[in-house]
Nanobody
């Protein structure tokens, strides 16, 4: 059974940085798409960044150039580096995995069957 556990959230001022980490355990398929979503109060969950089993990354327009996603296969972690944070980046950030797929072309939240519990990011102005 695959489990995802997020860490690294916190409170920072605008312009600051955080690194979120998603520790993975269990048997992940050789083909997968993994990534991060976020959800602010009263808003829908939205995709942030994704990586497939081939190492290809995909970013939502509003984070391109500010966030960097990487996977450490030795440590079994999926790390999201957040820089130049804005108050509108405040949200609960969730790690998610979609197994048995070789691409992240489709990243609707409903397609991801494995989720972590989330880690809160709060950015003050």
């Amino acid at each position: 059974q695959v489990q995802l556990v997020e860490s690294g959230g916190g409170s920072v001022q605008a312009g600051g940085s955080l690194t979120l980490s998603c520790a993975t355990s269990g048997a992940i398929s050789s083909n997968y798409c993994m990534g991060w979503f976020r959800q602010a109060p009263g808003k829908e969950r939205e995709g942030v960044a994704f990586i497939d089993s081939g190492g290809r990354t995909r970013y939502t327009d509003f984070v391109t150039g500010r966030f960097t996603l990487s996977r450490d296969n030795a440590k079994n972690t999926l790390d999201l580096q957040l820089t130049s944070l804005k108050p509108e980046d405040s949200a609960m950030y969730y790690c998610a995995a979609r197994l048995y797929t070789s691409s992240c072309d489709y990243v609707a939240s409903w397609a991801f069957g494995i989720w972590g519990q989330g880690t809160q990011v709060t950015v003050s102005s």
